[in-house]
């Protein structure tokens, strides 16, 4: 375009339309032979009566015309700088003017169908990739929000699956695997989760075990009660009809309906001191001289038993930090042990020691012993070893609840202690109990 400027503003200026029409140059803009779609350039003339201008004996073809028809103002035109864009019989030019010498106005248009059609061929590219670029993002989103939500998914399926199994008994083995880093937060939520699950699971499996340890309480506690309350209720029958005539009679019913009872209310406090102590409940532990409570349950069993040799080992003062009635709950539950399962004849000892900040306190006997089945559940409430290694030399009349040793260990475990109990059949049995020394809590 800006040869054909220098062209028509050095060579047309001033030149008249015929002077033009002797150009040789001018032939090729003046051919008319080409179809419109195929002529990249028109020129035509504006006569001073505003229409098209035969030009060297070439009438104006009708682009010509339309040319001149649409270019509504051309001495606007040809002052202007800047060409103006026009439509020739549908086609889109963009046309200049130059006034000529006569009068004339020199019209040149080129197309713009080439610039239009380039653009229009960006456009649907830029199109086709933009959507491209939309379905690729999307389908990058779609899945990468899959994959970063899949944890969620899976805390879903997790949860879903324990309800699954109810309130009575949920699945809670179920855990959430880690699927890579999909992202800190969700990770730091799978790790949280999967430990409330852990805690969950413990907490229902301890509250289970507890449930079945509260039933199989109580259906022993009921056995246990059912004796007495049978002997009393039968020996009321008895006198209600009148079978209990001898003075006797009624004088040993009596006896037995007290024994009965006695025994009864020892079993009911036992139960009482045995579930106080499950609930660990808050002790107001003191410096209590272990040594001090040993004589005197020892000075007990000598008195209730003057035939059995009691052997003490023990230093003149061992303080250890207790509460005193549950010590001696502790130190009497075992010396009764020791009366009511062996023979009055049968050997204690009785040892006191310090080791490490512990007080070890043992109690031995030379009784008949227990078997390997029975050591290992001696501390089980309302249990009773067989009657081939207790009972067959225990004195008459005496007979255990099967709660002394269950409130033992409860009673040392509240204390933060140790017992450990060593038997064999015909090795008699020994206990030995560790509890922490005053001096060693206290600091001193």
Known sequence: MASREEFERSRLTGLTGREIAGQNGFAALLDTGAPVADRPTLCAVIGVDGTAQVLAGVV????????????????????????????????????????????????????????????RHVVRLELAAGASLIVLLGTFIFFGARWRLRPLEDMVETASAIAEGGPGRPNLSRRMASRGRPGREVEQLRVALNAMLEQVEDAFVAREHAA?????????????????????????????????????????????????????????????????????????????????????????????????????????????????????????????NVRVHTPATACTHISIRRAGGYAVFRVADAGPGMRPQDTGRIFDRFFRAAAATTTATTAPGAAGSGLGMAIVRAAVDAHDGTVRVVSAPGEGLTVTVTLPLATELSGG
């Not at 606007?76 to 003017?97: E, K, Q």
């Open 60 to 119: 104006p073809n009708r682009v010509q015309v339309g040319l001149v028809a649409a270019v509504r103002d051309p001495a606007g035109l040809a002052a202007a700088d800047a060409p103006r864009g026009v439509t020739v019989l549908g086609h889109a030019y963009r046309v200049t003017a130059m006034r000529l010498g006569g009068g004339e106005v020199l019209l040149t248009a080129t197309t713009t169908q080439p610039v239009g059609d380039t653009v």
């Open 212 to 336: 079945a340890h509260l039933r199989g309480f109580a259906a022993d506690a009921s056995h246990e009660l059912r004796t007495p309350l049978a002997a009393i209720r039968g020996y009321l029958q008895l006198y209600e009809r009148g079978m209990l005539v001898d003075e006797s009679e009624r004088s040993r019913a009596l006896s037995r309906m007290g024994a009965e009872a006695e025994r009864m209310t020892r079993l009911v406090d036992e139960l009482l001191a045995l579930a106080r102590l499950d609930q660990r409940p808050l002790l107001r532990p003191l410096p209590v001289d272990l040594a001090r409570v040993a004589r005197e349950a020892t000075a007990d069993l000598r008195a209730q038993q003057p035939q059995r040799p009691v052997h003490v080992t023990s230093p003149d003062t061992c303080l250890v930090l207790a509460d005193e009635p549950t010590l001696r709950r502790i130190v009497g539950n075992l010396t009764t």
